[in-house]
């Protein structure tokens, strides 16, 4: 599969589902590249989150879907982990790196299959938020700020730690702990990926990891910008739960394979 196509694939299904699409990419270089080091692949992964992010949060914003006030909160949680992140992967060698990988996408896959079902939405009078998309569609919902900058600490570092973006833990996090309808959340959280990957980029930029990868980096972020329109326009007509549901599979099945790979 070439670079180009490879983005196309990342760009779509990471904007549908909200997780930026570095969860896809990242078990994909680990499992094209075995002896490449951990930051160089984080940094592929990371740029091209960032480019998908960037599409999916412009197309996001036009269908009005995105919680702009939760989604700044989020980010200036996230970022100081962020940047912790993108440094500390430089400590990580393959060894360690592939199975904490294929670890966190396992319990990530726990959490989405163990709660299908979008919990219902508040009481009429009980929701503090109201929000309106371009074609009409409403959301009255009771979001956890607080709690969701608490949330955003974490994934912020293990997100940039590990290259998959943080979508795939916020996700979950934003629909079942925070108050936000499943639609709304994936939204959301591409607004937030796009701050955080920005800045773990930005590191690993300054860092002088990111420059010698930029021949892979360039096709698969362009193909991945032309995904995540894609991505975005098939989430209209998506139930929430099989979002979540096709997450949850996808991320089981990659991470027991990263778990029984041998490093070279």
Do not use: K
Request: charged share 15%; with cysteine; net charge positive.
């Amino acid at each position: 599969m070439g670079y180009g196509a490879l983005g196309v694939v990342v760009g779509m299904f990471g904007t549908l589902i909200g997780a930026g699409g570095g969860f896809v990419l990242i078990p994909v270089l680990v499992f094209l590249d075995p002896d490449e080091p951990a930051a160089n692949l984080t940094a592929i992964s990371l740029a091209v989150v960032c480019a998908n992010s960037l599409s999916g949060t412009w197309a996001y914003a036009r269908q009005g879907r995105i919680d702009w006030r939760s989604a700044l909160l989020f980010s200036l949680a996230g970022l100081p982990g962020s940047i912790l992140g993108a440094w500390t992967t430089h400590v990580l060698d393959r060894a360690r790196f592939d199975p904490l990988l294929g670890i966190t996408l396992i319990l990530a896959a726990i959490v989405v299959l163990g709660r299908q079902r979008e919990p219902a939405p508040p009481a009429p009078g009980q929701a503090t938020r109201h929000l309106r998309e371009r074609d009409g569609t409403e959301h009255r919902y009771r979001p956890r700020v607080g709690r969701g900058m608490l949330v955003s600490v974490a994934v912020g570092w293990l997100s940039s730690l590990l290259g998959i973006g943080g979508g795939i833990l916020h996700v979950p996090a934003m629909v079942y702990l925070l108050g936000f309808p499943a639609h709304v959340a994936t939204a959301t959280s591409h607004a937030v990926l796009a701050l955080l990957s920005l800045a773990a980029v930005c590191v690993h930029a300054a860092d002088g990891t990111l420059a010698p990868v930029l021949p892979r980096v360039l096709p698969i972020g362009a193909g991945a910008l032309l995904g995540a329109q894609v991505g975005a326009r098939l989430s209209r007509r998506v139930q929430p739960r099989w979002i979540l549901r096709g997450l949850g599979f996808a991320l089981v099945a990659v991470g027991i394979r990263l778990l029984f790979m041998r490093p070279r």
